[in-house]
């Protein structure tokens, strides 16, 4: 089974600047997607931004952006001009683009970002 | 539009008990999800449902049943509760059809606390 890993628990930036969060796959498969989901205290989880892996270029939502790099299967997530509302947990996850895997979600554990005024 | 709905919001439920999770969607959606959150563990997939008439095994499936009856409904069921199934149980939808693997759609949660 994919593994996906999210190395850093908790992490701190203050409005305005901009923050990186780290994730980083394990996977045999040449095709598939990554996600950034969000999940705010309201515990609702919300899309942030999906790659999939046959693109090169990295994908951007506004003041989201991914460095995807798929050799080094790293998938880390920036956001820039941190905002207060942008405090939430941060899941990374792995899809598989092959029609018998494709139902099966891989999820990392986690990042809490705190966002400091 | 709803999106997807979970019932109910908390529940605290007696160990060896039966429960139901229920979930519907209005989104036409043909395959749904159930998963479980645990702090530090992210959310692991518990069972999956292609189309309706269909379901399959996710990553932690034991001691959890659902069904597929229709298009719109997925409920997850514990047929007898244990202290370990306390969790968050997030239900999810997306569309499959047409060859595009979109995002999946959350509801907004159900926290179970099983004594």
């Known amino acids: 089974a994919q593994t996906v890993t999210q190395s850093q628990p908790e992490m701190s930036v203050q409005e305005a600047e901009t923050v990186t969060l780290s994730c980083t796959y394990d996977?045999?498969?040449?095709?598939?997607?990554l996600f950034w989901y969000k999940q705010p205290p309201s515990r609702q989880m919300i899309l942030v931004i999906r790659?999939?892996?046959?693109?090169?270029q990295n994908a951007t939502e506004n003041r989201f952006s991914v460095n995807f790099q798929k050799a080094a299967k790293s998938f880390s997530l920036k956001i820039s001009d941190s905002q207060l509302g942008d405090a939430a947990m941060y899941f990374c996850?792995?899809?598989?683009?092959?029609?018998?895997?494709?139902?099966?979600?891989?999820f990392g554990s986690g990042t809490k970002l705190n966002v400091k005024p | 539009i709803a999106g997807i709905t979970q019932a109910p919001t908390s529940q605290i439920l007696a160990a060896g008990r039966r429960m139901t999770l229920r979930c519907t969607q209005d989104?036409?959606?043909?395959?749904m999800y159930w998963y479980r959150q645990d702090l530090g563990l992210g959310l692991r997939l518990i069972h999956y449902?292609?189309?309706?008439?269909?379901?399959g095994k996710g990553e932690v499936p034991d001691g959890y049943s659902v069904s597929r009856a229709n298009t719109d409904d997925f409920p997850l069921t514990l047929a007898s509760a244990v202290p370990s199934q306390t969790s968050v149980y997030f239900c999810?939808?997306?569309?499959?059809?047409?060859?595009?693997?979109?995002?999946?759609?959350f509801g907004p949660g159900t926290r179970l606390t099983v004594l």
């Open positions: 999810a939808s997306s569309d499959e059809g047409g060859g595009a693997y979109n995002e999946q759609f």
């Open positions: 996977t045999s498969e040449s095709d598939y997607y």
């Open positions: 790659q999939e892996a046959y693109k090169q």
């Open positions: 996850a792995y899809r598989s683009a092959f029609a018998g895997n494709f139902n099966k979600f891989y």
């Open positions: 989104m036409r959606h043909n395959a």
């Open positions: 449902s292609n189309t309706a008439g269909t379901t």
